[in-house]
C-alpha cells in the first residue's frame, strides 16, 4: 500500500519520515483516520505525527524520525 522514505526539510534541514500512498490503493477518508489515529497514540517509542499532504495521486503522512 505504501513507501516510507527518509526526506529531509530544505529550510529547517529537519529529517523526518514520509509514508508515500497511492491514491489509488487508500482514499482521502481512510488517509485522514490513519493520520487521526496516528495523532491519537502518544508513547515514548513511537515518533509523533507531524503533518499529512495529499495531491491528485499520492497522500503523504510526515512523522518524526
Known amino acids: 500500500f505504501s513507501i516510507v522514505k527518509k526526506c529531509q526539510h530544505n529550510g529547517s534541514g529537519e529529517k523526518v ?21 496516528l495523532l491519537s497514540l502518544q508513547h515514548i ?7 499529512i499532504y495529499a495531491t ?3 497522500h503523504a503522512i510526515v512523522t518524526e524520525m
Open 17 to 37: 519520515a514520509v509514508k508515500f500512498i497511492n491514491s489509488r490503493l487508500m482514499s482521502a477518508v481512510a488517509a485522514e483516520e490513519e493520520f487521526t489515529m
Open 45 to 51: 517509542h513511537l515518533p509523533s505525527v507531524i503533518d
Open 56 to 58: 491528485p495521486t499520492t
